[in-house]
């Protein structure tokens, strides 16, 4: 899992973080995301980590409660073989068993035509645009905001 983030933090821009948590605050937000009983899953295969996929709160206030944030990360030599989709398909399910309502996925504009095509089959719909919110690598980054609803 580590080394899937790894590669993302220093090759791409799918995270705005510039250097890899170490393990204790991997920890740490582990313990976080199964505090308020949401969803952390990691697909493998063979015990080769081939991704993972975790929801945490939108914000802190309690008026938020029932959004969260997904994150899906594939690791490079996965990726386009379905572990994203299988991965998003069972964290919205998962979501909506714990009672979240609406789920919100942060996407960098740039490079990120696989994420988008994902979010889309899985009827994400664009909510907004942050313009330049992001400096990584030397350029500025906008930011799409998708959202979906979960049935009750």
Do not use: N
């Not at 510039?18 to 199964?34: G, H, K, V, Y």
């Not at 008026?63 to 572990?83: H, I, K, N």
């Amino acid at each position: 899992m580590e080394r899937i983030y790894l590669h993302y933090v220093h090759t791409g821009v799918a995270t705005f973080e510039l250097s890899a948590p170490d393990e204790r605050e991997w920890r740490r937000r582990f313990d976080t995301i199964a505090e308020v009983g949401l969803p952390f899953l990691v697909a493998e295969s063979a015990g080769e980590f081939l991704g993972y996929a975790y929801a945490t709160q939108w914000r802190a206030r309690p008026a938020y409660r029932y959004t969260v944030e997904e994150s899906v990360y594939v690791a490079p030599g996965a990726a386009g073989a379905g572990v994203g989709r299988a991965l998003l398909d069972e964290l919205l399910h998962r979501c909506a068993k714990a009672g979240v309502r609406e789920v919100i996925a942060v996407v960098v504009d740039s490079d990120a035509q696989a994420s988008l095509a994902l979010h889309r089959r899985c009827r994400f719909a664009e909510a907004g645009r942050l313009r330049d919110v992001g400096y990584k690598h030397g350029r500025w980054l906008d930011t799409l905001l998708l959202q979906r609803s979960l049935e009750p």
